[in-house]
């Protein structure tokens, strides 16, 4: 953080129809949050996405950071590739 002060990342459940989806929460200095939604094969935990992350932490913004597939669904995904575009299936959970 910019103030000196540690990066307290916390994991955190999002309830979403009947999955819950994972994330990683930042809280900044200021009173503003910037979202991450993965869904398209770039989850949450890649390298540029987690430097974007910190850079705007570093700014003093929290963040929040969560893939739109669970981890059963991202398993699916890795060998089909058929649920990253399906805007349908996103949206809905």
Avoid: W
């Avoid at 430097?51 to 570093?58: G, W």
């Amino acid at each position: 953080m910019s103030d000196g002060k540690k990066r307290q990342d916390k994991y955190v459940d999002i309830p979403a129809g009947s999955v819950t989806l994972q994330g990683e929460l930042c809280f900044g200095t200021k009173p503003a949050i910037v979202l991450f939604v993965h869904g398209s094969g770039s989850g949450r935990q890649s390298p540029r996405n987690q430097q974007v992350a910190r850079v705007l932490q570093k700014a003093g913004f929290g963040t929040l950071l969560f893939d739109l597939l669970t981890f059963e669904e991202e398993r699916i995904d890795e060998h089909t590739g058929s649920l990253r575009f399906d805007i349908g299936f996103l949206q809905t959970g």
